[in-house]
T-cell receptor
Framework: AQTVTQSQPEMSVQEAETVTLSCTYDTSESNYYLFWYKQPPSRQMILVIRQEAYKQQNATENRFSVNFQKAAKSFSLKISDSQLGDTAMYFCASLNDYKLSFGAGTTVTVRA | DTGVSQDPRHKITKRGQNVTFRCDPISEHNRLYWYRQTLGQGPEFLTYFQNEAQLEKSRLLSDRFSAERPKGSFSTLEIQRTEQGDSAMYLC??????????FGPGTRLTVT
């Protein structure tokens, strides 16, 4: 079984600033995928960024980037130049075969 | 753009009643997943279909739960004799491959 831990229930950030969300995971797989999903209030979950474990280079998608530390089993998400539309719940997830295992989530609030 | 759709979006039912939810995946996606999300938590895997074959059911899916995907297109999730503990958001996702699952808006079930 895979477990994903997000230790920050809530984070607040000023608009245009940077916030980093932490995530640790546990897996016995040698190759796996990690994800960050965003769930805005009352809206559906969307994929923010994906990392393949065998790739050493950290994934980047526009203002979103990850810091993937394979040995430490750590997978943090950095949101740069935060925008009001980034306000949402963020979930870290790992893929085991075809099943996603999610952390408990971090609520991010961007302040104007 | 037709993403994953779910119907109904909200369902309020009395304890003991049966409910059925529908999920329409993205048209070319052969994989379909159901997850359950309780308030303040990340989604938990329930079941997985590849085409019309149900390949896995989580232990979370008690005998009161049944899911079908009769023609490999839409899927239904039925809960019989609902209990208050069944109150949750039921999420459907679909994909062409395992590592890019697209989620629907969910069906929020409230059992009174």
């Amino acid at each position: 079984a895979q477990t994903v831990t997000q230790s920050q229930p809530e984070m607040s950030v000023q608009e245009a600033e940077t916030v980093t969300l932490s995530c640790t995971y546990d897996t016995s797989e040698s190759n796996y995928y990690l994800f960050w999903y965003k769930q805005p209030p009352s809206r559906q979950m969307i994929l923010v960024i994906r990392q393949e474990a065998y790739k050493q280079q950290n994934a980047t998608e526009n203002r979103f980037s990850v810091n993937f530390q394979k040995a430490a089993k750590s997978f943090s998400l950095k949101i740069s130049d935060s925008q009001l539309g980034d306000t949402a719940m963020y979930f870290c997830a790992s893929l085991n075969d075809y099943k996603l295992s999610f952390g408990a989530g971090t609520t991010v609030t961007v302040r104007a | 753009d037709t993403g994953v759709s779910q119907d109904p979006r909200h369902k309020i039912t009395k304890r003991g009643q049966n409910v059925t939810f529908r999920c329409d995946p993205i048209s070319e996606h052969n994989r379909l997943y159901w997850y359950r999300q309780t308030l303040g938590q990340g989604p938990e895997f329930l079941t997985y279909f590849q085409n019309e074959a149900q390949l896995e059911k989580s232990r979370l899916l008690s005998d009161r739960f049944s899911a079908e995907r009769p023609k490999g297109s839409f899927s239904t999730l039925e809960i019989q004799r609902t209990e208050q503990g069944d109150s949750a958001m039921y999420l459907c996702a679909s994909s062409l491959n395992a590592y890019e699952q697209y989620f629907g808006p969910g069906t929020r079930l409230t059992v009174t």
